[in-house]
C-alpha cells in the first residue's frame, strides 16, 4: 500500500516574538500526549526549542542534517514518550550563509526528508503523524529550507498592532515560493497567541477573521504566565497535567485536536 502522507508543518512568521517555539513545544508535546507520533524539527537560530526540551546536542543537529553530515534518523532524539526532536545549536549560523550560497540550497531539507522516508520503509520504522519545524524569525535560507520541506504551515499572531501585517507578508513570501518551486504549501491555520481580553487584542482578532476567515483557528492561546515558569524548569504544558497547567494547558489541548481535524482533512 502506498506510505500515508505525513503532515510536515512549518511554524512561521517573519516577526519574532509571536510564539512560534512555544506553540511547536506545546502544540507537538499536547499531540504526543492525544497518542499522535510526533518529531520536532529545530532550525532556530537560537535554538530555543532544544534548550526548551532538555535536548543532548552533543549528537547530529540540524545543521548536520542541513549540509548533508547526518540523516534525519541519524540526528533525531527521543524527549518524551511519543515525542521526537532533531535539536538546534549555535551552528546553525554557519548553515545559514552556507545554504545562502550553495546550489540547490534551499531544498535541502526536502531532499533529506526524502532519503528518511525511503530508509523509514527499508527499515520498517513507524511512521510519525506529525513533524514541527520551528523557523527562524526573517526570511533567510532556513526558513525557505523548511517551507519547502513542508506541505501546510501554522501562522502565530500575537496582540501587536503589526502583527496581521506581518502575517500577510509571511503567507503571502511562503505562497510566491511554493508557486517558484512547484511546491504547495497550505495555510492549515492562523493561530492567536499570548491572548488578552484587551480592545487592542479584540481588534487584531477580528482583522485576522476579516483577512483569513476560518482559516483563524477557533483555539486562542491565552498570554500566561505559567508558560514562562514550565520552559524555566524546561518543562511544557503536557508534562505538568491538566490541573498545573491551568486555561493555556486546555488551550492546547484544543488547539492539538484542531489541528488533527483539519490535517485529517488533506
Given at each position: 500500500s502506498a506510505p500515508r502522507r505525513i503532515m510536515i508543518i512549518s511554524i512561521v512568521n517573519t516577526k519574532g516574538g509571536v510564539g512560534k517555539t512555544v506553540t511547536a513545544v506545546n502544540l507537538g508535546a499536547a499531540l504526543a500526549a492525544q497518542g499522535k507520533r510526533v518529531l520536532l524539527l529545530d532550525v532556530d537560530l537560537q535554538g530555543g526549542l532544544s534548550q526548551y526540551l532538555g535536548a543532548d546536542v552533543s549528537g547530529a543537529t540540524t545543521a548536520d542534517v542541513?549540509?548533508?553530515?547526518?540523516?534525519?534518523?541519524?540526528?533525531?532524539?527521543?524527549?518524551?514518550?511519543?515525542?521526537?526532536?532533531?535539536?538546534?545549536?549555535?551552528?546553525?549560523?554557519?548553515a545559514e550563509v552556507e545554504l545562502s550560497g550553495a546550489s540547490g540550497g534551499e531544498v535541502r531539507l526536502r531532499r533529506a526528508f526524502k532519503r528518511w522516508a525511503q530508509f523509514r520503509r527499508g527499515a520498517e520504522l513507524p511512521d510519525y503523524d506529525f513533524v514541527f519545524i520551528d523557523c527562524p524569525s526573517g526570511w533567510g535560507a532556513v526558513t525557505r529550507n523548511a517551507l519547502l520541506a513542508s506541505n501546510a504551515i501554522i501562522v502565530p499572531v500575537n496582540s501587536e498592532p503589526a502583527a496581521v501585517f506581518n502575517a500577510v507578508s509571511t503567507v503571502a513570501s511562503a505562497r510566491e515560493l511554493g508557486e517558484y518551486h512547484d511546491h504547495e504549501i497550505l495555510l492549515l491555520g492562523v493561530l492567536l497567541t499570548r491572548f488578552r481580553s484587551t480592545n487592542a487584542a479584540k481588534f487584531i482578532e477580528e482583522q485576522a477573521h476579516e483577512t483569513w476567515g476560518d482559516l483563524v483557528?477557533?483555539?486562542?492561546?491565552?498570554?500566561?504566565?505559567?508558560?514562562?515558569?514550565l520552559a524555566m524548569s524546561q518543562e511544557t504544558l503536557s508534562d505538568v497535567g491538566a490541573k498545573a497547567s491551568g486555561p493555556v494547558g486546555a488551550d492546547y489541548a484544543a488547539l492539538a485536536r484542531e489541528v488533527c481535524e483539519r490535517s485529517s482533512h488533506q
Open positions: 542541513l549540509s548533508g553530515g547526518a540523516g534525519i534518523e541519524e540526528a533525531t532524539q527521543q524527549v518524551r514518550p511519543n515525542l521526537f526532536l532533531i535539536p538546534a545549536t549555535a551552528s546553525m549560523e554557519g483557528f477557533g483555539s486562542k492561546i491565552r498570554q500566561a504566565e505559567r508558560i514562562n515558569e
